[in-house]
């Protein structure tokens, strides 16, 4: 791999510079080798991290309630899903084949980090596949609810794994409201799990004390304001949650209750948040929720969510259509990226940008076209898109993949 320097950039996240130098994995004072000059029209962020989805169920239409009423927890979805339409016609293609298609969910988003929330015994042979980082290294449940779905060891294995290890220990909670599910957080601070290391997702059944435990025990929260209005037609107390000094974060949850992707879950959460509020919630504010506070969520802020030297050069380089840098990234759509690194290598991106390999298409490279502009990509998604298909049985359109097969 060449090293290579971005020059006469929008550097959003890191020192104040207008250059950016990568060497090997890393992102480093600007050095030798290729220089690409963006004459101040790009804007670079740290690669966007989804702190929950489920690569296995990203798949269209989703599945919800009946029209007009909404659900009491999750468990009547799991069993209008599993009943559905749209599962019996994903059946049709195999857990490879709908990893591979969340792969490139995440990397046409500018996702370069993402967590697969499902048990490591079932995604640790499949993640390393993929184009872009699926975090291996985290202790798990799948709620702390008698009829969740027993995912791992048990609570207080996994959450020792978490400990012992520095990884992060993320379970759903609070997702509904009946007695169990809003008892997520006092149920597991009896069982003394609760620190620094949780990650709680949803959390729309949190009461305002439950908040006060959470900030106090320093835990972060990912937000997925998509698949909770679309499932429950709330979501959780998220300005409390922010004034009372919690980590937030946010993630799509998989594109069959949630968001085609964390892109557009960006833009859905602020409006929600208006809806909500009758507020604006800061353009800076969801750019650190999905960089800095995530990366720290994942106890990997030693290594990602800023663009300071020594991180990983996880770079995601988007078109700058607004004056403010915070605005672009919110306001952008998968057709604005212009160049996605992870760990210092080129995985999606225009043209231009094949001088950092020397002019030439590497091996294990494709072309597609998005935008009508032609772009590099890892991997070949236009295969798998073909072959997909092919398997379903006709033009399945799936909207998180921003082209068509030629
Ligand atoms: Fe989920």
């Known amino acids: 791999m060449s090293d290579f320097t971005l020059q006469n950039v929008i550097l959003v996240g890191g020192e104040n510079s207008k250059t950016l130098g990568v060497t090997g994995e890393k992102i480093v004072p600007p050095g030798p080798g290729c220089v690409l000059d963006l004459k101040g029209r790009s804007c670079v962020y740290p690669g966007l991290i989804n702190t929950h989805d489920h690569l296995q169920g990203n798949y269209r239409p989703p599945v919800g309630p009946k029209p007009g009423v909404f659900y009491l927890t999750w468990l009547p979805w799991d069993n209008d899903l599993k009943a559905s339409d749209t599962f019996k016609e994903r059946s049709r293609l195999n857990r490879e084949d709908l990893y591979s298609l969340s792969g490139y969910k995440c990397l046409f988003s500018g996702v370069t980090t993402v967590n697969d929330h499902f048990p490591q015994k079932f995604n640790a042979n499949i993640l390393p596949t993929l184009p872009i980082r699926a975090i291996l290294e985290y202790g798990l449940a799948h709620e702390a609810s008698s009829y969740d779905l027993k995912w791992g060891d048990g609570l207080e294995v996994e959450h020792a794994k978490a400990i012992k290890n520095n990884w992060p220990f993320i379970t759903h909670l609070a997702e509904g409201f009946d007695e169990e599910a809003m008892n997520g957080v ?221």
């Open 186 to 406: 006092n149920y597991l601070e009896s069982r003394k799990i609760l620190d620094d290391h949780c990650l709680f997702v949803h959390c729309i059944g949190f009461s305002d004390d439950d908040i006060k435990k959470v900030a106090k025990a320093g835990a972060s929260v990912s937000w997925c304001g998509f698949s909770n209005k679309f499932m429950f037609n709330v979501t959780c107390k998220i300005r409390k949650m922010i004034e009372a000094g919690i980590n937030v974060t946010i993630g799509t949850d998989s594109s069959a209750t949630g968001s085609a992707n964390l892109l557009e879950e960006m833009r859905y959460d602020r409006v929600l948040y208006r809806a909500m509020y009758g507020e604006d919630l800061p353009a800076e504010k969801i750019f650190t929720m999905v960089t800095a506070n995530a990366a720290k969520a994942f106890r990997l802020d030693d290594r990602l969510g800023t663009l300071d030297e020594g991180k990983l050069a996880d770079l995601l380089v988007i078109k700058a259509k607004r004056d403010d840098p915070f605005e672009n990234l919110v306001g952008a759509e998968m057709e604005d990226i212009e160049l996605l690194t992870l760990a210092g290598k080129p995985i999606y991106g225009e043209l231009r940008f094949l001088d950092i390999f020397g002019g030439e298409l590497p091996a294990g490279y494709t072309q597609i076209t998005v935008g009508k502009r032609p772009m590099f990509v890892a991997g070949d998604p236009a295969g798998l898109y073909k072959t997909a298909r092919s398997k379903i049985g006709f033009k399945k359109v799936l909207d998180f993949l921003p082209f068509e097969p030629e």
